[in-house]
Every structure is written in structure tokens, then in C-alpha cells.
């Protein structure tokens, strides 16, 4: 194995949490504030939040792998 290869073999893979994260509630606002306003100009206040809060937990749910309390992974 060439040197090259080997200290490839050796890095470790890291993620960057914080872009993942920016990403996902980028993703969720997006695709809520879409829907929000899939049907009227002018949704209201109740509407945009549940269509965010719904929209931001599916983005999160796709995005991150939740363990349930008391599970090993």
C-alpha cells in the first residue's frame, strides 16, 4: 500500500455537525414556508407553524438517526 493510501486509510471521517445541521433547518423552513403558502397568500400565523414545525421534525427525522431512550445503537 503506498504511503499515500495508507494515511488515507488512517484518517478518521468526521462530520461537520454544524453544516448538517444548518442544512436540515434550511431544508424544513424551506419546504414549510412552501407549503404554508401552497394554497393562499396569506396563511395564517397557526398555519405557517404547524406546516414549519411539521416540516422542520421531517427534515430532521431524514437527516439524523434518533435513538430511543434506554436502546444501544
Do not use: C, Y
Not at 396569506?42 to 434518533?66: G, Q
Amino acid at each position: 500500500m503506498s504511503a499515500a493510501r495508507l494515511r488515507m486509510a488512517k484518517a478518521r471521517l468526521m462530520p461537520n455537525t454544524w453544516r448538517l445541521v444548518q442544512d436540515t433547518i434550511a431544508t424544513g423552513v424551506g419546504w414549510g414556508v412552501s407549503r404554508a403558502f401552497k394554497h393562499t397568500a396569506t396563511p395564517s400565523d397557526n398555519v405557517l407553524i404547524d406546516h414549519l414545525e411539521r416540516e422542520l421534525s421531517n427534515a430532521f427525522a431524514e437527516a439524523f438517526v434518533f435513538e430511543e431512550e434506554g436502546t444501544t445503537p
